[in-house]
Every structure is written in structure tokens, then in C-alpha cells.
């Protein structure tokens, strides 16, 4: 037996669990200590009505043989799949019930998408950003090369024609710095795609989060991206539902390449191997399109921005330059003078007991910065800001 060497490659840990696993010694080592967490972005308010309601409906169904469900269509329920596509006519954009995926979350379809194309394409991943596209591409021995994302522009990288990539990650609103691509920045890279016959992988798992109306929530408002773009999304972030497992990929018909249509291998992937998401989960998610279930999810989104202007002014009020926290759940910050993004998080640790993200773990072009995240409750982010006025106002 010889084992994917690739993995020889890998940071030694996922990001979120390093972080865990620090927080674990810390607490370990100080048993009366009130840490409040702003690392992985999870949420903590519960779920809506809307969605408890259509969960308990579904249990009972499941409860008795005329309404027990056993698996899901590959793809996905039609009512699910009829209410995400109603979502997306909203903005204008038609799909196929066929173009789309329900799946368990955009972390495993942005994962698992790599299966469908060979290990010689050249990958291109801004740089800071999600961890999981990089791991992912490692984990399969591919070519990485990175877009630069920095202070200077933005935290938007944009396409050279100098830079030759097959397979191009993008992730609108930016995971971990807020930033949001506008339509003719979105424009440019559907063109350098459709151009050097790219892929672009749109991560929107934080669509929901965008307040300006003129910026694009999907990438399949701008012109020509179905021939050359993959959408993923999820619920977690829009309503909650980290803990219960839900997303969807659209991938549409005139995706093409070497006159195959993509669609039909991540079909087939799928099928192969996984079994769809449960039928509970399916009813829960078809309720956040409701109307009900809209304004409920506005509501706790507007929470966690309540939460996100809060930081927001206790940044201002300390003059520590950071940005996001607009059209994102995450701020994201410079950390003092001569400190590394790691040893910041060992200090707000200690000193603070505050946890955050160190921008180092996010790629190199995070050094230097520092994620914190909206997700927690009101009074513990004010909680946090208070302590973090003690120890960085300058
Ligand atoms: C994050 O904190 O970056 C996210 O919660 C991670 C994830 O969505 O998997």
C-alpha cells in the first residue's frame, strides 16, 4: 500500500483545526477563563421559524410509511431545486432545474469539483483566501500558482493576460477580507476565462451578506458566465445551517469542454459518490425561499451586520486599519507593528482571551493581518471590542 504523497505537502493542519486545537491547550491550562471565539465563522443565532416549522412537518412525514422518504434524488428534490431557481430568477438569471445541485455544503462540492478535471491543469487561487482550494489542489498534486491580493488592490485581484490558467477560483464577498468584486472587474474575468478556455469556481457562500444593490450576488449575472463558471453556495452563512448541512453548485448546459458538457461529469461524480442530502434538510432549506422565511433570514442577517458595525467603529475608534465588515461578516486587520499574524493570535489569546484568525493562514499575503467574524452574539462582540480597546488603543 503506498499512500497520496501529496499530502506530504500539506500545512499539517486545517487552518480552523490549529486554532481549535490552541484554544483546547489554552483552556485546558486556565479552566476559569471567558474566551470569547471569533475564529471559524460559525454561527450561533438558531434557526429560523420558518425552517424549524418545515423541519417538524418533514420529521413527522418521515414518522409514517405514505410520507417516509427514503434517498433524495441525485440532484436534489425538485422543490428545493424549483425554489433555488426561483431565487436565482430573481436577479434575473434562468436556469435549468438540471443545472442544479443541491448538496451538503460549499465546503465538500468546492472540494469534491476537482475529481472532474485532470490533475495537468494549472490552478489559479487568490492569495489570501480560503484555505480549502488550495488544500484541495495539493491533496491532488496539481499545479498552484496564486493571484496576489493585497492593500494595494484591494484585496481584488484581476487577470493578467501574461498569466496562462485553466482553473480559477474565485470567492465574492472575499473570504477572509470582505472584499466584493463589481460587475466589470466579474466581466473581466468571465472574458479572460472564455478566452483561454478557463473554468472560473465561484464561491458565493456569502452572497447574502452584500448591501450595495449594484454588486453582483452570482456570477451568472454577468454576460457569457455560463459558458465558462461553476456557482457554489450554501446555506450556512444566508441562514444558518452550519450545523445541519446544506448547499447547492449550479452548473449549467452550455459549460463545455472538448465538446463534453461539464455538468454531466459532475453528475455522474455525484451519483458515484454521494447520496444526497436528507429529505428534513431539503424541506428546511426550500423554507428560506418562502416569503416568510426570507424576511427571517434578512432579520438574522442583520443581526451579525449589527454585530460587524460594531467592530467596525471600535476599529475606527482605535485607528487600526482593517476593511470588510461592509458586505461581509469578517473584519479584517492589520495586527500591531513588528507582530506576526500568529503571534497576534497568541496575544489577543492571552491577553485578551479573545480568538480570532491569523491572515498568515489564509496565504502569505495575510501576514500581517488578522480575521475576526460577526457570527458571535451582541453582547459578546461588544464584549470583545471593549477588551480589544484595552489592549490596542493606540
Ligand atoms: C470560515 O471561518 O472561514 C468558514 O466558516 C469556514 C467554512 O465555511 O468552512
New binding site residues.
Given amino acids: 500500500m503506498k499512500l497520496n504523497q501529496n499530502y506530504a505537502n500539506l500545512q499539517e493542519s486545517y487552518l480552523?483545526l490549529t486554532i481549535a486545537k490552541k484554544v483546547a491547550a489554552y483552556t485546558e491550562a486556565h479552566p476559569d477563563n471567558h474566551i470569547i471565539r471569533m475564529g471559524?465563522?460559525?454561527v450561533t443565532q438558531p434557526l429560523v421559524p420558518a425552517v424549524i416549522e418545515a423541519m417538524h412537518k418533514a420529521t413527522d412525514e418521515m414518522a409514517h410509511k405514505e410520507t417516509f422518504h427514503g434517498y433524495s434524488p441525485d440532484q436534489g428534490y425538485d422543490f428545493l431545486r424549483e425554489a433555488i431557481q426561483g431565487y436565482y430568477a430573481k436577479r434575473g438569471v434562468a436556469l435549468k432545474l438540471s443545472e442544479i445541485f443541491v448538496g451538503d455544503g460549499a465546503?465538500s462540492d468546492v472540494g469534491n469539483i476537482v475529481d472532474i478535471f485532470a490533475d495537468d491543469n494549472t490552478v489559479l487561487i487568490p492569495d489570501p483566501v480560503?484555505p480549502?482550494y488550495v488544500d484541495t489542489n495539493v491533496m491532488s498534486g496539481r499545479k498552484v500558482i496564486y493571484l496576489d491580493a493585497n492593500e494595494q488592490n484591494g484585496f481584488l485581484g484581476m487577470p493578467d493576460e501574461n498569466v496562462k490558467a485553466d482553473i480559477i477560483y474565485l470567492c465574492s464577498p472575499n473570504?477572509?477580507t470582505g472584499a466584493v468584486y463589481n460587475r466589470a472587474q466579474l466581466k473581466a474575468w468571465v472574458d479572460y476565462a472564455l478566452k483561454n478556455n478557463a473554468v472560473i469556481l465561484f464561491d458565493a457562500?456569502y452572497e447574502s451578506f452584500i448591501t450595495h444593490d449594484d454588486l453582483p450576488h452570482s456570477i451568472f449575472e454577468i454576460e457569457g458566465a455560463k459558458k465558462c463558471a461553476i456557482e457554489f453556495c450554501s446555506f450556512?452563512k444566508t441562514a444558518g445551517f452550519t450545523g445541519v448541512r446544506c448547499g447547492y453548485t449550479v452548473i449549467c448546459d452550455e459549460l463545455v469542454s472538448d465538446g463534453t458538457k461539464v455538468n454531466t461529469l459532475w453528475a455522474r461524480r455525484q451519483a458515484t459518490k454521494f447520496n444526497g442530502v436528507n429529505y428534513i434538510t431539503q424541506r428546511a432549506a426550500e423554507a428560506v425561499f418562502t416569503d416568510e422565511g426570507q424576511q427571517q433570514v434578512k432579520d438574522v442577517i442583520n443581526y451579525y451586520r449589527a454585530n460587524a458595525k460594531v467592530m467596525v467603529d471600535a476599529f475606527k475608534e482605535m485607528g487600526v486599519w482593517f476593511t470588510g465588515g461592509e458586505n461581509s461578516p469578517y473584519i479584517w486587520h492589520k495586527v500591531p507593528d513588528g507582530m506576526t499574524s500568529w503571534e497576534f493570535f497568541d496575544y489577543l489569546l492571552n491577553e485578551a482571551e479573545v480568538v480570532g484568525?491569523p491572515g498568515s493562514g489564509f496565504g502569505k499575503n495575510g501576514e500581517g493581518f488578522f480575521r475576526l467574524?460577526a457570527f458571535g452574539t451582541l453582547e459578546k462582540t461588544q464584549e470583545a471590542m471593549e477588551r480589544l480597546k484595552k489592549l490596542l488603543k493606540k
Fill in positions: 480552523f471559524i465563522g460559525d465546503k480560503y480549502v473570504n477572509p457562500a450556512s484568525t467574524t
